[in-house]
């Protein structure tokens, strides 16, 4: 039995993650934390999975940093970033810190599944978008992207309109509603807003923001 470990700070994201999880066979989720620093104690407990599957952006510690810091005490744990981050500087980050993968969190529950077979055998998933990056990086026809410092990085026209939305108290479904798109697609909206406002809440976010 293949043992699981998620860490993810949004419930319904996780759930989402798990009952993908429960479509393979010899899998089993040995816990679920909210962010880095509770996923390091569940490690420090002994309750040790075989594999890690890591966001990026949390609340108290993010993944990145978790990753590096849970590699250092367990370098022979497997850590898989699951990630809506569709970012080649994250990806490099990630994997300085010594994660042994990168997929996008909309992954095909059998896509998965392989991912996590292909970890514990030695391998690197990536997805597909960003395996293209790296390969033009390992060619030296690209180089490794540089992050903007934080709170620099402007926001584009339709995460305004989300954190505006939230502004005014609605929820992601009803801002879905407002903006004709899905729920996933205004959490991952939410997370770039996150990411690019160095926050982690939508509070935080507005208060950053401004909106003078």
Not at 126 to 148: H, Q, R, W
Request: glycine residues 8%; proline residues 4%.
């Amino acid at each position: 039995m293949i043992k699981i470990g998620i860490v993810e700070d949004n419930a319904q994201l996780a759930k989402d993650i798990q009952d993908k999880l429960a479509l393979g066979e010899d899998l089993t989720v040995l816990w679920i934390e909210r962010d880095g620093a509770t996923a390091l104690k569940a490690l420090d407990k002994g309750e040790i999975p075989d594999v890690l599957l890591m966001d990026i952006t949390m609340p108290v510690m993010d993944g990145i940093e978790a990753t590096r810091l849970a590699k250092e005490k367990y370098p022979n744990l497997k850590i898989l970033m699951l990630t809506v981050m569709d970012d080649e500087k994250k990806l490099f980050d990630a994997l300085k810190a010594g994660a042994s993968g990168y997929l996008l969190k909309e992954v095909k529950p059998h896509l998965l599944i392989n991912a996590i077979d292909d970890v514990l055998e030695g391998g690197l998933p990536l997805s597909p978008s960003l395996a293209n990056k790296v390969l033009k990086y390992l060619k030296g026809e690209t180089k490794i992207p540089t992050s903007p410092a934080p709170g620099t990085e402007k926001l584009s026209k339709r995460e305004k309109e989300v954190l505006q939305w939230l502004k005014k108290g609605m929820a992601i479904r009803q801002i879905g509603e407002q903006l004709f798109i899905s729920d996933k697609t205004v959490r991952k909206h939410l997370e770039h807003i996150y990411e690019k406002l160095q926050v982690h809440s939508g509070k935080e976010a507005i208060v950053k923001k401004g909106f003078e």
